[in-house]
């Protein structure tokens, strides 16, 4: 349990609703495995497809992944009627990324009615062994719903 308080009573469904819409977590084969108020875990599975030269999956997908489960964590906490865009991550990657699954643990470091920092870790699994591989910070807006289709 994250203790944070939700400001939209219906934050898991909204967020699923949401992730539902993201094509690039469905082309990558993304799910989501964890979902609480302030943080998201997102699973991405390995596929070839998705690697870089030496087989390792790419440095890409595992930023799309951790990237998305950041926002995700803040989404929980946005109020009615908002939604998010991350404004600025940093990621580092720690280790080849080599195993079955990977893991994006998203979480909310400090809300903020504008602005939210979140952390998310992304775990190499493959059978019990588990392995850090990536981190990334990142700061996420909260901003009234629009389509995506405006310029602004």
């Keep these: ?9 219906e934050f898991e469904s909204v967020v699923r609703e949401s992730f539902r819409r993201q094509t690039l977590m469905a082309t990558l084969g993304a799910t989501i495995d964890r979902l609480e108020a302030g943080a998201v875990d997102l699973r991405l599975p390995y596929s ?8 390792y999956l790419h440095a890409g997908a595992i930023a799309s992944v951790a990237d998305s489960a950041n ?18 991550f940093k990621i580092n990657l720690l280790q080849p ?27 190499a699994h493959d059978g019990d062994l588990q392995v850090l591989i990536a981190t990334m910070l990142s700061t996420i807006i909260v901003r009234p ?8």
């Design 97 to 123: 990324a080599r195993g079955s699954y990977f893991i994006a643990h998203g979480r909310v470091i400090r809300p903020g009615r504008t602005l939210t920092v979140c952390q998310a870790d992304v775990l």
């Design 71 to 88: 926002g995700y964590a803040a989404y929980t906490l946005a109020p009615v009627d908002t939604d998010v865009l991350a404004v600025e």
């Design 145 to 152: 719903r629009t389509t995506g289709t405006e310029i602004s």
């Design 48 to 55: 070839a497809a998705l690697c870089q030269q030496n087989g």
């Design 1 to 9: 349990m994250s203790g944070f308080i939700p400001r939209n009573a």
